[in-house]
């Protein structure tokens, strides 16, 4: 078994995640069998409990696990499917060295960062190499080099590279090469630096990813090679990409650093063969059709909030060989006077999932204009709680109806904690969350896009329809379309009488691929063509 590291130096955000997916998709078609795993060094247990002004969007898996937005990337950049095997934060680490500890299991001894801590670390790779039988594991160190939490991961990294075995490990360092406008440069300093804070530590990177805005030329590299002793054929430049994330691959490829990781862990694989991806790439660089839809959330500022549902809504355009621009509506803006105006033109509406009382009357607000002006609109768990509320107040008249999340006194609360949830006090990991199968109705519109009634699709809520308002819904038109199989829960409602209104309490965002688009989004982003242009795809 090989193991590659990916760290990151200068700054975050570099895209260590992409990187290290990037090169899972290079390996993949190289014939070889990737595993991808995030190690955060922050404190919580998992990020399930953080802001997305902290931490961006929660990434949930088919096992019910909260992780990193970074395994996201791994999913859609490969076929692995992960588990909570494939996020390992510190939190995780010390509970379970506590955990034995007081067991008695260090009897003895007096408990350490080196060396208990740095075996639980490398004890979770093995587990890992054990449990997925990959050719290849592929480990991503969250933080950048310097950072006093990140050590215990990099050390336990060094020595299980001493253990592996010379041939077996290879380090990538992905850094950054800042152009300084002044000097009309790009300046290689930081990069020299954060490499020798590795090298401090004992670690040599094999391979130095340079994030850059320019073109790195050959005495760059050169200057790079010297300075921090890798092969200048080992500094490749990884600049900001043209037009989509999911050219980085291509990127990645043109550089060699398939070749090169390849070469260094002794690896006998055939070149990948990336011409699908080339096809794929071709269809967002160069789309034949357009189309705008609007995203309304609270986090609109920030990029990371809604990752999965923005590159989902992508991946419908690359199913429709259609370009998307994604118009991000503030909810509180919609909440103003003629905030309506906001939603101008798009050809559809989607409401993606959230918490909290903040930018949720605006929200309601684009359901109800996507309703009455049958503009196409999909709602994605807390789309669909709002969706309900909204078809409450508007259509059935029950008057400031609403979810006991938002109101707990609310006279009619169409949407109610879910029974599981009444006696759940602690925050972290109780909701109702992961893979869950839901049954949909034969001839319904969802039924149609998936072209299957059964249907696995990942949770993460504490809330859900009341069913004692079902019959006065179903009476109005309202169609509840995909259940849990015993029929109590309700998993995805939709009107026949609009062209496409369709919202599910599962997250289907999660299980969208470019290659594989999720069919709830293709469908979405058909509609939304249909809307704008007046004529099908
Ligand atoms: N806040 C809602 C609930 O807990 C919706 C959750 C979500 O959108 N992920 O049910």
Request: glycine content about 10%; hydrophobic content about 40%.
């Amino acid at each position: 078994m090989k193991y590659i590291f990916v760290t990151g130096g200068v700054v975050s955000s570099l895209g260590k995640g992409l990187t290290a997916a990037a090169l899972g998709t290079l390996l993949e078609n190289r014939g070889l069998k990737v595993a991808l795993q995030k190690f955060d060094p922050y404190l919580n247990v998992d990020p399930g409990t953080m802001s997305p002004f902290q931490h961006g969007e929660v990434y949930v898996l088919d096992d019910g696990a909260e992780t990193d937005l970074d395994l996201g990337h791994y999913e859609r950049f490969t076929s692995v499917k992960l588990t909570r095997l494939n996020n390992l934060t510190s939190g995780q680490v010390y509970q379970t060295v506590l955990n034995n500890e007081r067991e008695g299991f260090y009897l003895g001894k007096t408990v350490q960062v080196i060396p208990h801590v740095t075996d639980e670390i490398k004890r979770r790779i093995h587990v890992l190499a054990a449990e997925t039988k990959a050719d290849v594991i592929i480990t991503e160190i969250g933080g950048t080099t310097g950072d006093i939490e990140g050590l215990p991961f990099l050390e336990a990294i060094r020595e299980f590279a001493l253990e592996a075995g010379v041939g077996n490990t290879c380090f990538i360092h992905v850094t950054y090469v800042p152009f300084i406008k002044a000097a009309g440069e790009l300046k290689t300093k930081p990069t020299q630096q954060s490499v020798a804070k590795l090298r401090e530590i004992g670690i040599t990177p094999h391979l130095i990813a340079c994030r850059c805005e320019k073109p790195l030329d050959k005495e760059l590299r050169q200057k790079i090679s010297l300075f921090c002793n890798v092969p200048v054929e080992a500094v490749i430049e990884e600049k900001d990409v043209d037009h989509s994330i999911y050219e980085l691959p291509l990127v990645l490829q043109r550089e060699r650093a398939d070749d090169l990781v390849c070469r260094v862990l002794h690896l006998d694989a055939p070149g990948a063969k990336m011409a699908h991806w080339q096809e794929m790439i071709r269809k967002l660089v160069a789309p034949q059709h357009r189309v705008r839809v609007g995203v309304v959330g609270k986090y609109i500022g920030l990029q990371d909030a809604y990752k999965s549902v923005y590159e989902a809504i992508i991946h419908g355009g690359i199913g429709n060989d259609s370009g998307v621009e994604i118009v991000q509506v503030d909810a509180e803006e919609l909440e103003k006077k003629d905030g309506e105006k906001l939603l101008d033109g798009l050809g559809g509406i989607c409401v993606p999932g959230g918490f909290g009382e903040r930018g949720i009357e605006g929200k309601i607000r684009a359901a109800q204009f996507a309703r009455e002006n049958k503009i196409p609109y999909l709602g994605l768990c807390l789309g669909m709680q709002i969706a309900t509320i909204e078809f409450a107040r508007n259509v059935l008249k029950l008057e400031k109806a609403h979810s006991t999340e938002f109101d707990p006194d609310t006279p009619h609360p169409v949407i109610a904690l879910l029974d599981a949830q009444r006696k759940v006090t602690k925050k972290g990991g109780t909701m109702r969350l992961g893979a869950q199968p839901c049954q949909l109705t034969v001839g319904s519109q969802a039924g149609k896009l998936y072209g299957s009634f059964v249907v696995n699709e990942r949770h993460r809520h504490r809330y859900e329809f009341n069913n004692a308002y079902r019959e006065k819904f179903e009476k109005a038109g309202f169609v509840f379309s995909g259940t849990s199989p015993d029929g109590k829960l309700v998993e995805v409602i939709e009107l026949p009488s609009h062209p496409f209104f369709l919202a599910s309490q599962f997250h289907p965002e999660f299980l969208s691929k470019p290659h594989q688009p999720h069919p709830l989004f293709k469908g979405f982003i058909a509609a939304a063509h249909q809307q704008m242009h007046k004529k099908p795809l």
